[in-house]
């Protein structure tokens, strides 16, 4: 079936210092893939959407240039968290929806402490 | 505006029992609806899903209930086993870009 890989599955940081989390389609193309963020007993909060090819779109309230975002191939995009802070500190989820299928399939996610 | 939700933050059930988890949405426009299962430190994992044109899809212990017409849906699990104990997400689809709405999440705790 199709899998989404997500790398690394835990990382420590220090403060100040950038984060690059990859997230892979394994089997299928992903134009699109979405990044999600988890706080501790609450909801999958979208981040932005990564578009191949095309900047990416970030909802409200989403720092652009803290959270960069690329989708340099149909099978990779990145988030790069920038200048991390310990309130930087989540569970970070990327998701790929394959053409023609409704179902989203999400990478292992990411435990990001930064310390 | 919350599209998705999920009333219930936690809920405890009895090993053998039923479990029903309830999800409510807004967007009249939503076309299908999924249920994610999701352990803590792992990522959401696919469950069982439903088209907006039925109102019961069924998949072993696993069924979900989609009444329209109160923009309601429903998992159930029968018989209920501790290993189901994670937290479950009802997620929609319609907006564009095959984007997926969460509902909040419900803690399901399965006692043995």
């Known amino acids: 079936g199709a899998v989404v890989s997500q790398h690394p599955s835990r990382v420590i940081c220090k403060s100040g210092t950038s984060v690059k989390i990859e997230c892979r389609s394994l089997d299928f193309q992903a134009t699109t893939m979405f990044w999600y963020r988890q706080f501790p007993k609450k909801s999958l909060m979208l981040m932005a959407t990564s578009n191949e090819g095309s900047k990416a779109t970030y909802e409200q309230g989403v720092e652009k240039d803290k959270f960069l975002i690329n989708h340099a191939s149909l099978t990779l995009s990145t988030l790069t968290v920038t200048s991390a802070h310990p309130e930087d500190s989540s569970f970070y989820i990327c998701?790929?929806?394959?053409?023609?299928?409704?179902?989203?399939?999400f990478g292992q996610g990411t435990r990001l402490t930064v310390v | 505006d919350q599209q998705v939700k999920q009333n219930s933050p936690s809920l405890s059930v009895q090993e053998g029992r039923i479990s029903i988890l309830n999800c409510d949405y807004t967007n009249s426009m939503f076309d299908y609806f999924l249920w994610y299962k999701k352990y803590p430190a792992e990522g959401p994992t696919f469950l069982i899903s439903i088209s907006s044109i039925k109102d019961k899809n069924e998949d072993g212990r696993f069924t979900v209930f989609l009444n329209k017409s109160a923009k309601h849906l429903s998992l159930h699990i029968v018989p209920s086993q501790p290993g189901d104990s994670a937290v479950y997400f009802c997620a929609a689809h319609g907006n564009a870009g095959n984007m997926l709405t969460f509902g909040g999440g419900t803690r399901l705790m399965v006692k043995p």
């Open positions: 998701s790929a929806p394959r053409r023609g299928n409704t179902e989203a399939f």
